[in-house]
């Protein structure tokens, strides 16, 4: 099976949050760990796990894409491009790449915990696709969980 991917250099990845981190209210570079003193315990936005990420290793879990998710979609609609301005065109089609990204993912996580679930109850009425990641939000849970899986 083919999966989506998404891709950065070291600096387009540092521009697409940066992009991310305006687009929350508050600049990358005063951030601990990008040069600054905030802590990230006093930013409040879904996105943490994306930007306080490092640059070269590590991944997300599939609770925090779907967490992400939602806000991540506010971001293409409320920042959607406008005619002539490539770089933001560029972020926007960036941050499209990248839901596509956590969607796979996310789709990928519920079949197989539904394929687990089947396993350790054959019936079938015990276990859901909710249950499956506590941190989904209700209107993905409801997306997700009308997905049928064969």
């Not at 979609?73 to 839901?99: C, F, H, K, S, T």
Request: charge should be negative; charged fraction near 25%; proline fraction near 5%.
């Amino acid at each position: 099976m083919n999966s989506p991917d998404v891709s950065w250099s070291y600096t387009g990845f540092h521009m697409f949050r940066q992009w991310l981190a305006v687009a929350e209210g508050f600049t990358l570079g005063e951030m601990r760990g990008f040069g600054g003193d905030r802590e990230w315990s006093s930013v409040s936005t879904a996105l943490t796990p994306l930007l306080d990420h490092p640059d070269d290793d590590g991944s997300l879990t599939a609770a925090q894409c779907a967490a992400m998710l939602p806000r991540l979609e506010a971001i293409i609609d409320q920042l959607g491009p406008e005619e002539g301005d490539l770089v933001l065109q560029r972020r926007v089609d960036d941050a499209r790449e990248l839901v596509t990204v956590m969607k796979h993912c996310l789709v990928r996580a519920l079949i197989s915990s539904s394929a687990d679930c089947r396993k350790r109850f054959p019936g079938g009425d015990t276990c859901s696709y909710g249950t499956a990641l506590p941190a989904v939000s209700p209107s993905l849970e409801r997306r997700f969980s009308q997905a049928r899986v064969t």
